[in-house]
């Protein structure tokens, strides 16, 4: 099981939005983040993190060349940062949602995405008053 956050974007109150417009992160390592680096980041489209992580990587580059630091040293440091963005680029993501207006709104637990989807629209679904509960006095 894993857990996700739910955000959403910034609405007048009361208002809900679409739910192709609701986004959910899963909590936890990600292996594309730790494989593809700033290529995922670029694919989640946290286009700020993503140049921001590849000028890091640039600028260690150079750094390291003017240091002559060994190879080895270089490797190390490199798997360092990509297990970093491994466990935070999910955060990452958030920060760049978060930069664009969404706001956290929920969290849930699910296998998968489908599953976290699921039963958050089915929790949801369930605690809204339908028409019928209005009508005939229930809704609070």
Request: aromatic share 14%; net charge neutral.
């Amino acid at each position: 099981m894993a857990i996700f956050t739910v955000h959403f974007p910034r609405m007048a109150p009361g208002q809900l939005p679409a739910p192709d417009k609701i986004v959910f992160l899963r909590d936890g390592f990600s292996w594309p983040a730790f494989i593809f680096g700033p290529f995922w980041l670029a694919w989640r489209r946290a286009w700020l993190v993503a140049v921001l992580w590849t000028l890091l990587l640039v600028a260690l580059a150079l750094i390291a060349w003017q240091l002559r630091v060994s190879r080895d040293a270089m490797s190390w440091l490199t798997l360092g940062l990509a297990v970093w963005l491994g466990f935070e680029g999910e955060r990452l993501v958030g920060w760049n949602l978060a930069r664009r207006g969404y706001v956290e709104q929920d969290l849930v637990i699910g296998d998968d995405l489908d599953e976290a989807e699921a039963a958050y629209f089915h929790r949801h679904r369930l605690s809204e008053p339908t028409a019928k509960d209005v009508a005939g006095g229930l809704a609070p």
